[in-house]
């Protein structure tokens, strides 16, 4: 069967199921946030449900970040003891996740950000989440399949590469066998995303369904106004998602832009570039802001995966947060030159308000260009080129 979870309606008799569409979770959400429904404080003010669920998220999320560290400072000195410890940490995981995507769809329920959208080739995007969740999907055994035809839709980039990493991370949950797809409705013209989780829905417990991730995925959707159904089967499930194509003037002007960042770009093609960051929003502008200078991306969310991904593929760039910046960071770029024999091309993310769109490297042993969150998209190509031709 087909649902379109964004347009029916539950009633009160009716049988929980997998497939109920998800209104009735943000309708819950909003109810609960009723005259009557408030707890009270400690000072006997009213608490409203936001604020209990930030609270909470926050709690949950930094008390299992803490356990997570403790396992890896276990594993460090007892590898043989942590591995036998999988399942453990697999649970710290999806609890600490959990407690983070709850802040995510608070942060989208009362103040959503402001979107840019722009001409994007779905596929591409779709090729980024799936290269950061390598690993992840690699620990956990679950198999990818992927057939990504080309097709452009008018979105803003890092809430559609959230949208697609959500998505992912919720199939791989229900099933070791995932399958997504890109292509374009010949009927509609619109790009689609279908992503199918290859199980049993029937012998899947309803929290794996009605999971917070599940929660966000759907906020995220509703956001960026895509159209989204789920087809039920013995064997499967699959959701399509529906995004708006690019008019022939969006289509023109993307061109143009692409072409006049070539010729700019032209001497640091073929650099490979890793992008550290804990948000998967921040990675997203990131790549997005990247594409077309003809640099090999690679992505970490956090300092030891970063590690890992630079002893695979050695980068000539580093990319990073001014959040995870400290001695793990010098570490890495010690790491880098003793391999390369030079030091990497560093940019670092500054948060401030008010920050310098782009403020150059001084010469140095730890040489670092500073870049502003809020300038990704028009100062970060021109900044990893002044960094790169500095060390190459």
């Not at 080739?121 to 990504?148: C, I, M, P, S, Y």
């Amino acid at each position: 069967m087909a649902l379109n979870w964004f347009s029916l309606r539950r009633t009160g008799a009716d049988r929980r199921t997998p497939g109920a569409e998800p209104d009735d979770v943000a309708d819950r959400g909003r109810t609960a946030a009723g005259p009557g429904a408030d707890s009270p404080s400690a000072d006997g003010q009213p608490l409203s449900w936001p604020e209990m669920v930030r609270v909470m998220g926050q709690e949950v999320s930094s008390s299992l970040a803490a356990a997570s560290d403790q396992l890896d400072r276990l594993n460090r000195l007892e590898p043989s003891l942590v591995s036998g410890l999988g399942p453990l940490r697999d649970a710290i995981e999806r609890a600490r996740q959990a407690g983070l995507a709850a802040q995510q769809v608070l942060r989208l329920h009362e103040d959503p950000p402001a979107q840019q959208r722009e001409v994007l080739n779905l596929a591409d995007v779709a090729r980024a989440a799936l290269t950061a969740r390598g690993e992840w999907f690699k620990r956990r055994h679950v198999h990818v399949r992927q057939g990504l035809a080309q097709a452009q839709v008018v979105a803003d980039s890092s809430m559609a590469y959230s949208l697609i990493d959500e998505l992912l991370q919720w199939a791989g949950q229900l099933s070791s066998e995932v399958v997504i797809a890109v292509d374009k409705s010949q009927r509609s013209g619109r790009a689609r995303l279908r992503v199918s989780a290859w199980c049993d829905p029937a012998t899947l417990p309803e929290g794996s369904w009605r999971s917070m991730r599940w929660v966000l995925w759907h906020q995220l959707a509703r956001a960026m106004g895509a159209q989204a159904q789920m087809e039920m089967r013995n064997d499967h499930v699959r959701v399509t998602l529906s995004l708006a194509a690019p008019t022939e003037a969006q289509l023109s002007t993307a061109m143009d832009e692409l072409n006049g960042q070539s010729s700019v770009s032209a001497v640091i093609q073929g650099c490979r570039v890793l992008i550290v960051s804990t948000l998967a929003q921040r990675r997203a502008q990131c790549l997005q802001a990247l594409a077309g200078y003809g640099v090999l991306l690679d992505q970490a969310d956090s300092m030891g995966q970063a590690m890992r991904v630079a002893e695979q593929h050695l980068p000539d760039a580093l990319i990073y947060d001014a959040i995870v910046a400290g001695p793990a960071m010098e570490q890495l770029r010690d790491r880098i030159s003793a391999r390369s024999g030079t030091q990497p091309a560093v940019i670092e993310i500054n948060e401030q308000a008010g920050a310098t769109e782009f403020q150059a490297s001084t010469i140095g042993t730890l040489s670092t260009g500073h870049v502003a969150a809020g300038s990704l998209k028009q100062a970060l190509g021109p900044a990893l080129v002044f960094e790169l031709c500095k060390v190459i």
